[in-house]
T-cell receptor, first 111, second 113 residues
Framework: GQQLNQSPQSMFIQEGEDVSMNCTSS?????WLWYKQDPGEGPVLLIA???AGELTSNGRLTAQFGTTRKDSFLNISASIPSDVGIYFC???????????WGAGTKLIIKP | DGGITQSPKYLFRKEGQNVTLSCEQN?????MYWYRQDPGQGLRLIYY???????QKGDIAEGYSVSREKKESFPLTVTSAQKNPTAFYLC????????????FGQGTRLTVV
């Protein structure tokens, strides 16, 4: 099935650094979602985006719905140890369509 | 506490055996979903149900079956026909009117031995 292109695959960062990751598709989406998954747990919804160009924040996290509707971006400012985990993007083409998922970006903080 | 409960957390199965994974929610959500997650990949939809007594196949339904006899419960059976059943299985639900899979359970890790 279709999968979103999520990059980078993994990131090694220092505590306090800002983080950027993105998700792209060849198709237009009406909804973009960003989830975080801790090891052995289910994903937790971080941010939902419903309109092209929309910029939404959740604490230190900011996500944007790309103006072409084919991409989305997630930024984390001033990373802390509890930010480690896997971040997934997911997109939906219309309200009755199932979610399409990216393969995830694994965030690792260097000791 | 409201939420989605998946059980068991870890499950071992011998080849050729059917096994049922439990998913219960007390959030009064109408829609429920089952996903499969393999290492290094995103989530793939197995089955979903929008209302009681109705469910639809997702991308990878072959070798799986579900039932939705009660709003709160959406069990998944992994049958012996599933060729590669070892994976992490996630159940999710969403409230009426929402268009997102808002809440996930903690997952069941199934290993075929």
């Amino acid at each position: 099935g279709q999968q979103l292109n999520q990059s980078p695959q993994s990131m090694f960062i220092q505590e306090g650094e800002d983080v950027s990751m993105n998700c792209t598709s060849s198709s237009i989406f009406n909804t973009w979602l960003w989830y975080k998954q801790d090891p052995g747990e289910g994903p937790v919804l971080l941010i939902a985006l419903y309109k092209a160009g929309e910029l939404t924040s959740n604490g230190r996290l900011t996500a944007q719905f790309g103006t072409t509707r084919k991409d989305s971006f997630l930024n984390i400012s001033a990373s802390i140890p509890s930010d480690v985990g896997i971040y997934f993007c997911a997109g939906r083409k219309d309200s009755n369509y199932q979610l399409i998922w990216g393969a995830g970006t694994k965030l690792i903080i260097k000791p | 506490d409201g939420g989605i409960t998946q059980s068991p957390k870890y499950l071992f199965r011998k080849e050729g055996q059917n096994v049922t994974l439990s998913c219960e929610q007390n959030l009064n959500h109408d829609a429920m979903y089952w996903y499969r997650q393999d290492p290094g990949q995103g989530l793939r939809l197995i089955y979903y149900s929008q209302i009681v007594n109705d469910f639809q196949k997702g991308d990878i339904a072959e070798g799986y079956s579900v039932s939705r006899e009660k709003k709160e419960s959406f069990p998944l059976t992994v049958t012996s026909a599933q060729k590669n059943p070892t994976a992490f299985y996630l159940c999710a639900s969403s409230p009426p009117g929402a268009i997102t899979e808002a809440f996930f359970g903690q997952g069941t890790r199934l290993t075929v031995v």
